[in-house]
Nanobody, 125 residues
Framework: VQLQASGGGLVQAGGSLRLSCSGS????????MGWFRQAPGKEREFVAA????????YYAASVLGRFTISRDSAKNTAYLQMNTVKPEDTAVYYC???????????????????WGQGTQVTVSS
């Protein structure tokens, strides 16, 4: 599976941005999809995840109510809609997929099998 994240850029605080993660090689409908981010000098952290049929969504507390994860199986793509962004959202955002992830592991980077290359999001104050 090859993943390509896109949509990052420079945005003012309070603005919006939509990230996309497109996949190739295999249908992404077989996988749980997640978004993680890594700010300079910090560890990679969980942002959001969506199960195969979109029946369950998971969010980090820091983005709950502001970010929305979704997926379009027909386009083999997942999205992260980022609203009301804050300077602390500045990071490289990575998408990832995992085939078999237990309920308690959606937040764990080690549970995901394939990763995209990351897209930079910079929020100016």
């Amino acid at each position: 599976v090859q993943l390509q994240a896109s949509g990052g850029g420079l945005v003012q605080a309070g603005g919006s941005l939509r990230l996309s993660c497109s996949g190739s090689g295999r249908t992404l409908s077989l996988y749980v999809m997640g978004w993680f981010r890594q700010a300079p000098g910090k560890e990679r952290e969980f942002v959001a995840a969506i199960t195969r049929g979109s029946e369950n969504l998971y969010y980090a507390a820091s983005v709950l109510g502001r970010f929305t994860i979704s997926r379009d199986s027909a386009k083999n793509t997942a999205y992260l809609q980022m609203n009301t962004v804050k300077p602390e959202d500045t990071a490289v955002y990575y998408c990832a997929v995992g085939r078999y992830i237990l309920d308690d592991d959606y937040y764990e980077a080690r549970a995901y099998d394939y990763w995209g290359q990351g897209t930079q999001v910079t929020v100016s104050s």
